[in-house]
């Protein structure tokens, strides 16, 4: 090579070091406005450094910088050498500088990263996927860049193609095939390529994908299926590493929002998991998501590849407009709305589970109750509602059959963890184990006085007899627009007007979050359990212990209200 091009290259890997490391200093110190989340995985970066059990190879990220100093991206229609972002570049010490001490295998499989729209996504995926077709070190790679749309694999796809054709070491080796959306080798005896595809299961069937495989805007994604195929395909090859980038979506039912959750949780060491680098750009809770000084924690490429001006420009076009604020939040702050699916606003609802609740200034008192005993294979919820001055306050407890195929929902939630930390009590038996809930209630009535309890007829021919043998007074609540349309309308009220709280009950948060309402002719509203996202058990067994303290007679809810 030309040693005035090698000492160039030299030059150019150091100043990426320095970069990362200015960068990673500012985020700690507080010269980068950065959230909580992205203080935590430079910290754990930094304490993986100093663990015995792990290796830190830095001459595998100079490989990642040396492969960049080769690529030209468009920067204004401006061809020019690739610089990537500080996060970017602290990316790459994490999934290609941590070992295995004492092997060759990588400590992270898997990557999540989350950040907002005009990160400089797009460009990065493509640059990686190619990277990963070249550089390590794989015989025959299948690298695979998945789009959500096939507009959007249409637009990687485009990426790649121009990056290969503007950057002449690339060119050289790299070509599009004519009749499909791989990148494929020139050389004649060199095998393998890179796929881009929109996400289809189906069209992954029968792939060895790897080494390196990108999966985008996974917010789109209800479920766990093209991560899976992904997973399992390429279990033959030791290094495989898997990519998943998203930003925020407009709906909590998501891959992305499980993710998201998971990734909080690792980075708050609350749980372990050493495959997967998690790299989360968000508000924090409390921020005033108005404030544009806040806007950089989820826009890392402010001053970059966007301006502050931009987004204040984006807000000032949005703000009096429902669907496009929705937008906004969504794609540009990166916080996960529902747009049609939620009953109420995430603000609103949230504030609801805001303050833990002394549970001993209850104790004696008067509450009503109400369970819903779904399918016996499922979650059962029993509620407790209480009055406190103008306040409901409302407590809930979930029940889970010992059944391993409800573990893991449709929108890929795990109940594991909530099994783990208390908030589900898991059956011994593979069906609701009657008896439990039996005692449980038991339990109950010695520490408060049960006035009454709701339930819905169905399945409740093995426990209601038995409550009621027990001395306890049992109602049925029947499943009715009629019947669900005064307590709801209630409850919303108690929610807007903050006079509502709930046990901090992740499980309660997340069935509110799922459900969808259905209305009748005549504006009743009821909860649509075939309509909503997931499970909503807690929602129903709360509406029926709420309606307890509306008036019975009619439900007389300006009356009795707030007496």
């Known amino acids: 090579m030309d040693p005035i091009k090698e000492l160039q290259k030299q030059e150019y ?10 960068w990673m200093e500012d985020v700690l110190s507080g010269n980068v406005v950065a959230c909580k989340q992205i203080k935590q995985a430079v910290q754990r970066f930094k304490r993986n450094l100093l663990r015995d059990d792990i290796e830190w190879r830095p001459s595998e990220v100079d490989k990642q910088f040396r492969y960049y100093w080769h690529i030209n991206i468009n920067n204004h229609n401006v061809y020019e050498r690739y610089e990537p972002l500080g996060y970017q570049i602290f990316i790459d010490l994490n999934i290609h500088g941590l070992y295995r001490r004492g092997t060759n295998i990588r400590l992270y499989k898997f990557g999540f990263i989350f950040t907002s729209r005009k990160s400089g996504k797009t460009t990065w995926a493509a640059i990686k996927a190619l990277s990963g077709m070249q550089t390590q070190g794989a015989k025959q790679p299948e690298c695979i860049l998945l789009a959500n749309s096939q507009l959007q694999a249409n637009n990687a796809l485009n990426a790649c193609k121009q990056i290969i054709a503007h950057s002449p070491p690339l060119a050289k080796r790299l070509k599009t095939a004519q009749k499909s959306y791989d990148i494929r080798f020139r050389e004649k005896n060199k095998y393998g390529f890179l796929r881009v595809m929109s996400s289809k299961v189906d069209n992954l069937d029968g792939f060895n994908p790897g080494p390196v495989s990108v999966i985008d805007e996974i917010h789109a994604m209800k479920d766990h299926d093209l991560f899976n195929v992904i997973k399992s395909g390429g279990l033959s090859r030791q290094n495989n590493l898997t990519i998943l980038i998203s930003t925020a979506g407009f709906s909590t039912n998501s891959m992305a929002y499980e993710m998201w959750e998971q990734g909080k949780r690792v980075l708050n060491q609350e749980t372990e998991d050493d495959t997967f680098f998690y790299l989360l750009f968000s508000l924090d809770d409390g921020d005033d998501w108005k404030d544009p000084s806040n806007w950089i924690k989820s826009n890392p490429s402010i001053g970059q590849t966007l301006t502050l001006d931009d987004l204040k420009t984006e807000y000032e076009q949005a703000k009096n407009f429902p669907t496009q604020l929705n937008n906004f939040l969504t794609k540009n702050l990166n916080i996960f709305t529902n747009e049609a699916e939620q009953w109420l606003p995430e603000d609103v609802l949230k504030t609801a589970f805001d303050e833990p609740i002394d549970w001993d200034k209850f104790k004696g008192k008067e509450c009503y109750a109400g369970i819903d005993l779904s399918s016996t294979r ?24 010992n059944n391993p195929s409800k573990r893991i929902r449709a929108g890929g939630i795990d109940l594991s963890y909530w099994i783990k930390e208390g908030h589900i009590i898991k ?8 008896d439990m809930l039996f005692d449980k ?23 209601i007899p038995k409550l009621e043998r027990a001395g306890l007074t049992c109602t049925v609540f029947d499943q009715t627009a009629r019947k669900f349309n005064e307590p709801l309308k209630y409850m919303e009220k108690l929610f807007f007007d903050e006079h509502i709280k709930m046990d901090i009950n992740p499980v309660l948060l997340w069935n509110f979050r799922n459900l969808q309402l259905w209305i009748d002719g005549n504006g009743n509203i009821k909860p649509m359990k075939n309509r909503s996202l997931d499970s909503i058990d807690g929602c129903i067994s709360s509406v029926q212990a709420v309606s307890g303290w509306i008036t019975p007679d009619k439900y007389n809810i300006s009356a009795d209200i707030y007496s």
Do not use: H, P
């Open 378 to 401: 499922d979650l059962t919820a029993l509620s407790l509602a209480f009055k406190d001055g103008k306040d409901i306050v409302i407590k809930t407890f979930f029940f889970f059959a």
């Open 13 to 22: 890997v150091k100043r990426q070091w320095k970069r990362v490391e200015n």
């Open 441 to 463: 209630i038991q339990e109950l009535r010695m520490q408060y006085k049960i006035k009454e309890l709701y339930y819905d007829k169905f399945n409740s021919a093995l426990l």
């Open 427 to 434: 059956c011994q038996t593979s069906t609701i184990d009657y």
